[in-house]
């Protein structure tokens, strides 16, 4: 960083799930490097300090999911928008990561525009995305424009992203090229195998929260992958799991594979289990990942581990699977219960960020070195995101309203956190009670509720 600013640089990461906190927090690390994973550790502004938000919602990640990252920070605390609105205009922060669905950063951007109007210096704000972007591009982007800082995780994502803000008539400067923050890990040894317990190999299935999206297909799958094990009884076949009972991810699960799996009673083999946590340590024993969409095939491809993205229920948009056409890893349970190993595309890995050449290590630098040049900067222009009440008049208020702000991005009056100061202890433990009863309710709804109701419609 640069030397007006004084060690440690000042980092805080907002996020809304388990996986935007990963990606976040991670980013944030990528983009400020402390003395502890830095090669420039020992320099005068290597120092960071890195505090953590956690926007209140359904989806807000419990102890153990922030532990299965594994990031540590200074502070962590759990916030309403309006509450770390008036945070960031207390606190002095040098990087702000807005690590949020679209609507979040959007609300967020106005209401930081709002807080800090007139001020001769603010904060880099940086956002992006948590992985694979196969669905609402332009929706999504154009949410996330007015950040300093938009990050396209692979340079067929910048090109795209560059296109959309150009395609409006708004400034594409800010999208710049890196990478997944979490790519790393040691590189596929085959031989490694040899010495374990199934000389076969580990099969590891990372199943994802909402795709599919139905009981009969994740039926399916949970069926293959059981049925894997029993054709190669000298293979272990894993099943990846995304979050226990009653957690909620990015996605919401109705049907946990937890639950599915009971209906198979005791006829498991042996050969068979379910897994949590981090991926990372999971891929460190996987001989071959089988997934229809997740971003851990990324993760797994960028260590030359052999993926593969299952067909079986076609190539469809919804399952974004489409997104790795020409990827070279496409093939279905039959084929892979046969032998088969996809060989994937070395441009199409390229091209998707994915550098299992080495060159991972300097995905970062523009990104590193534009936020440290508008650190630096003695004055920013002001937040100007595209939407504005001239541009979006019928969809933006309804965004902004969802977070507690107005259309100009004041505070609603009412809204959680904007009286906080009023709000007295007993109140404020009531409060929190029923909020806690209220997402709980909500889960319970999620998970038990709505595929009963779904179940009774389909008689």
């Known amino acids: ?65 922030l532990a299965e990252v594994g990031v540590r920070t200074d502070s ?34 106005h209401g930081l525009a709002h807080a800090w109007e007139g001020a001769t210096r603010r904060p880099v704000i940086v956002t992006g995305y948590v992985g694979v972007v196969y669905e609402k591009l332009a929706d999504g982007l154009l949410l996330r424009h007015g950040a300093d800082v938009v990050l396209a995780n692979s340079r067929h994502d910048a ?41 076969g190999g580990t099969v590891v299935f990372a199943v994802q929260p909402s795709v599919p999206d139905n009981r009969a297909d994740r039926t399916y799958l949970l069926r293959r992958a059981v049925d894997h094990a029993r054709r190669h009884p000298d293979r272990e076949v894993v099943v990846k799991l995304r979050s226990k009972p009653g957690e909620h991810t990015t996605h919401i699960e109705e049907l946990p594979y937890q639950k599915l799996i009971s209906k198979f009673g005791d006829q498991l083999p042996p050969n068979f289990r379910l897994a949590y946590g981090n991926m990372g340590e999971v891929l460190d024993t996987t001989d071959l990942l089988v997934t229809i969409s997740s971003t851990a095939a990324l993760e797994s491809l960028h260590r030359s581990i052999p993926t593969a993205i299952l067909t079986d229920l076609g190539i469809r948009e919804p399952l974004g699977n489409h997104h790795f056409l020409g990827s070279g890893c496409l093939a279905s349970w039959d084929e892979l219960d ?28 523009a990104a590193r070195h534009k936020v440290s040049a508008l650190a630096a900067a003695e004055t920013l222009p002001a937040l100007a995101p595209y939407y504005t009440r001239a541009t979006a008049p019928g969809y933006l208020p309804r965004i902004l309203e969802r977070y ?18 009023e709000v007295s202890g007993l109140r404020r433990v009531v409060r929190n009670t029923m909020r806690d009863a209220a997402r709980g309710a909500y889960r319970h709804g999620v998970q038990r509720v709505a595929p009963v109701i779904r179940r009774m419609g389909e008689l």
């Open 1 to 65: 960083m640069p030397s007006r600013i004084k060690s440690p640089v000042r980092v805080a990461v907002l996020a809304d799930s388990d996986t935007r906190w990963k990606w976040g927090a991670l980013t944030a690390q990528r983009l400020v490097p402390d003395s502890s994973d830095s090669s420039e550790a020992g320099s005068a502004d290597s120092g960071r300090s890195l505090d953590g938000y956690l926007l209140r919602g359904r989806a807000t990640p419990t102890v153990r999911q």
């Open 404 to 421: 507690g702000f107005e259309p100009d991005g004041r505070p609603r009056p009412g809204a959680a956190g904007a009286d906080e100061a």
């Open 76 to 109: 962590l605390r759990e916030v309403t928008g309006i509450e770390f609105i008036r945070s960031m205009d207390r606190e002095r922060y040098d990087v702000i990561v807005l690590s949020l669905v679209g609507g979040g950063v959007q609300a967020m951007l």
């Open 338 to 365: 046969a032998g088969y190993r996809p060989e994937p595309d070395p441009e199409w890995l390229a091209r998707q960020g994915v550098a299992a050449d080495g060159s991972y290590e300097t995905a970062f630098d």
């Open 159 to 199: 090109d795209r992203f560059r296109e959309v803000y150009t395609g409006v008539g708004a400034s594409g400067d800010s999208v710049t090229e890196c990478a997944l923050p979490f790519l790393g890990g040691a590189r596929y040894d085959e031989k490694a195998r040899q010495e374990r317990k199934y000389p």
